[in-house]
C-alpha cells in the first residue's frame, strides 16, 4: 500500500529523532512491501527562520494533504533563542498551538508502560513497581482550555495583570469523554476522571458531563480524582490507573509525570487524532536544547509515536506490533540511550538506537 507521511523535523533533537524513526519506517517498508512518500513540513523555529512564522498556511494546507503527520519536537532555550525575543504568539510553541487547532486535534493519547528492562531507570522503590509493572494511558483534551482561552496584559490601576481564560463547554467534553471510554472498553475498562472540582466551575462542568458518557458504557468503571491527588497517587501507586481522562493543561504536567515513572521522559509517545482517523503523532517530549547535536537524545519516544501512527491512522496493526517489539528486543539486548542508561547495560547513541531497532524489524 502508499501512504503519504508529513515529516515535521522542527528543533532542537527534532531532527535527529525524526531522523531514527524515519529509519524504523524505512525498514517497515521493505518488510512488508509498503511505500511511505514523505512531505517535509515547518512547524516552530524552523518555520520561523524559514518564513518569520511559527506557522503558515501551506504547513496546515499539506498536512492536510497527508495521511498522518510526524513531528520531532518544536522550541529553544528560552533565555538564549532569538525566537523568545518575539512576541508570544509568534514564538514557536504558537504555532504547535495552531496546528493542533486548525487540524482539530482535539484528543491526545499518551501511553506510560513499565518496561520490564526498564526497572532499573523507574525511579519509583521495587515493591511499589510489584511484579506487574504498570499500564495507562492519559487521555488529554488538547485544543481547549487556558491553552485557548482568552488571555491578555493589561495595567490595572496602575498594576500589571495578566488573565488566561479556562472555558470549556459540554460538546468538548463529551467528544473527548466518549475517547476515553471507548479506549477503556479495549484496556482495563477504567476511566479515571482528573479534575478540580473543589475548586473550579469548569472541572464540576467536566465531572457533570463524564459522569452523563459514563451511563453509555456500563461496563467501564468511571472514577473521579482532584489533580493534586492524582499527581500524588502516579508515584505513590500507578498501578491503579488504566485511563487517565483530563483536560489540556492538568494532562500536559500529568504527563510529564507519568512519563518519568516509566524511566525516562525519551520513552513517551504521543498521539494527537481529531474526529476522523488523521493525527500528528509526537513524543511528549521537548525539544532539549541543552543536548541537542550530541547524538545522546533517546529517539525511543519518537519511533513509538511513528508505531501509534501505523496503528491509529494508517491502520497497519501488524507493522505496529512489529515496530513495538524491535523496542522491546532493543530494551532486551541491553541496548541504553544515556537516559536509561545503567550499569552493565550497553551505551548506545540516537543512531545507533535507530540502527538497532530498524533492523530488528527487518529480522
Ligand atoms: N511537543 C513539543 O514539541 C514540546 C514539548 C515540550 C516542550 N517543548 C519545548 O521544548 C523546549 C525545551 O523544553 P524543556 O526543557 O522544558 O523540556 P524538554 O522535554 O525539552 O527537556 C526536559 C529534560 O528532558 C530531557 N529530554 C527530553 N527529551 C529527551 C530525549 N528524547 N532523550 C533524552 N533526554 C530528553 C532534556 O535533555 C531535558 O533535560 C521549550 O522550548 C519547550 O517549549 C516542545
Ligand atoms: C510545547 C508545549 C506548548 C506543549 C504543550 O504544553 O502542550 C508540550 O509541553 C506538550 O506536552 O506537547
Ligand atoms: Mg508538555
Redesign the pocket.
Known amino acids: 500500500m502508499e501512504y503519504k507521511i508529513g515529516l515535521i523535523h522542527g528543533d532542537g533533537i527534532g531532527p535527529e529523532i525524526v531522523n531514527e524513526a524515519k529509519k524504523v519506517l524505512d525498514s517497515v517498508c521493505e518488510k512488508y512491501g509498503h511505500t511511505f512518500t514523505y512531505e517535509n513540513l515547518l512547524l516552530g523555529g524552523a518555520s520561523i527562520d524559514a518564513t518569520g512564522l511559527p506557522l503558515t498556511e501551506e504547513t496546515v494546507e499539506k498536512a492536510k494533504s497527508c495521511d498522518a503527520v510526524l513531528m520531532g519536537?518544536?522550541?529553544g532555550d528560552a533565555k538564549t533563542s532569538p525566537w523568545y525575543k518575539l512576541e508570544p504568539s509568534k514564538r514557536?510553541?504558537a504555532g504547535?498551538?495552531g496546528i493542533?487547532k486548525a487540524l482539530g486535534l482535539f484528543a491526545?493519547l499518551r501511553p506510560a508502560y513499565l518496561y520490564n528492562e526498564l526497572r532499573a531507570a523507574c525511579p519509583l522503590r521495587d515493591d511499589i513497581i510489584g511484579d506487574q509493572g504498570f499500564n495507562l494511558i492519559i487521555v488529554r483534551e488538547?485544543t481547549g482550555g487556558l491553552?485557548f482561552g482568552e488571555r491578555k496584559t493589561e495595567e490595572v490601576n496602575g498594576v500589571t495583570t495578566a488573565v488566561d481564560t479556562l472555558s470549556y463547554n459540554e460538546n468538548e467534553i463529551r467528544r473527548i469523554a466518549r475517547r476515553a471510554f471507548e479506549i477503556a472498553r479495549k484496556r482495563r475498562k477504567k476511566v479515571t476522571e482528573v479534575d478540580k472540582a473543589n475548586v473550579l466551575d469548569s472541572s464540576r462542568l467536566w465531572r457533570k458531563v463524564t459522569a452523563e458518557v459514563a451511563k453509555e458504557y456500563p461496563d467501564v468503571e468511571l472514577e473521579n480524582m482532584l489533580v493534586d491527588n492524582c499527581a500524588m497517587q502516579l508515584v505513590r501507586d500507578p498501578k491503579q490507573f488504566d485511563v487517565i481522562l483530563t483536560e489540556?493543561?492538568f494532562g500536559?504536567i500529568l504527563?510529564?509525570e507519568a512519563s518519568m515513572v516509566t524511566g525516562s521522559i525519551g520513552m513517551l509517545s504521543?498521539a494527537s487524532l481529531n474526529e476522523s482517523s488523521f493525527g500528528l503523532y509526537?513524543p511528549?517530549?521537548?525539544s532539549a536544547p541543552d543536548i541537542t547535536g550530541k547524538n545522546i537524545a533517546n529517539p525511543i519516544a519518537t519511533i513509538l509515536s511513528a508505531a501509534m501512527m501505523l496503528r491509529y491512522s494508517l491502520n497497519l496493526d501488524q507493522e505496529a506490533d512489529a515496530v513495538e517489539a524491535a523496542v522491546q528486543k532493543a530494551l532486551s539486548d541491553g541496548f541504553r540511550t544515556a537516559d536509561i542508561y545503567s550499569e552493565g547495560m550497553k551505551k548506545t547513541s540516537t543512531t545507533e538506537m535507530g540502527d538497532v531497532i530498524a533492523e530488528n524489524v527487518r529480522g
Open positions: 519536537s518544536i522550541g514557536p510553541e504547535l498551538l493542533r491526545n488538547l491553552y489540556n493543561m500536559d504527563s510529564d504521543s509526537e511528549s517530549h521537548g
